[in-house]
């Protein structure tokens, strides 16, 4: 079986919290394409798990956001990372779906089609739904956030400041540099 990272993208790689609606508003935050190689290097499958419910609620079109997971990709390919899938669920944020974190169905997709370990599998996430998906698919949870997370349960497993952090800290570092 394989051990992977499942990663929220907004807050996490992308500097912006909040939902983006074209890709000129993607940023990558310092030491995620770092990050995302590390992780590659050591074995390890990254995959991304977004909520868009934009799309569902129509501020952004299917297309907008194909390119920003095109430009997403392209630039981790070019930083020597690897994505092995990105899902998004585009369902309107009261659709009642089993696939919007905090529900796990992404994740339990990825887990089934990709043979994946839970218990040496992580979820990364800034938002207290990205605790509670990863929680309930069996996985390692990461908050990067900025909300009090006082008196919630489950509490995440690992508290860092930024993806690079928890990389650094969980796998190590890279063996090489840009």
């Known amino acids: 079986m394989t051990k992977a990272f499942f990663l929220d993208r907004d807050g996490v790689i992308n500097e912006n919290p909040h939902p983006i609606n074209h890709v000129g508003q993607f940023v990558f935050i310092p030491g995620a394409l770092e990050a995302i190689r590390t992780l590659h290097e050591r074995g390890y499958k990254v995959f991304v798990v977004t909520n868009q419910g934009g799309v569902g609620l129509g501020y952004m079109k299917r297309e907008a956001l194909a390119e920003i997971h095109n430009y997403m990709e392209e630039k981790i390919k070019e930083a020597g990372g690897?994505?092995?899938?990105?899902?998004?669920?585009?369902?309107?944020?009261?659709?009642?779906?089993?696939?919007?974190?905090?529900e796990p169905g992404m994740i339990f997709d990825l887990i089934k089609r990709y043979n994946i370990e839970p218990s040496?599998?992580?979820m990364v996430g800034?938002?207290?739904?990205?605790?509670?998906?990863?929680?309930?698919?069996?996985?390692?949870?990461?908050?990067?956030?900025?909300?009090?997370?006082?008196g919630k349960e489950p509490q995440p497993d690992y508290v860092f400041g930024s993806l690079a952090e928890a990389v650094a800290s969980l796998v190590g570092t890279s063996e090489h540099h840009i």
């Not at 800034?126 to 909300?147: M, N, P, S, W």
């Open 82 to 102: 690897m994505l092995a899938e990105i899902l998004a669920c585009t369902h309107k944020p009261q659709e009642g779906c089993t696939c919007r974190k905090p």
């Open 120 to 122: 040496k599998s992580y």
């Open 126 to 150: 800034d938002f207290y739904t990205d605790i509670q998906a990863g929680h309930r698919a069996g996985l390692k949870t990461v908050y990067i956030g900025k909300e009090n997370l006082k």
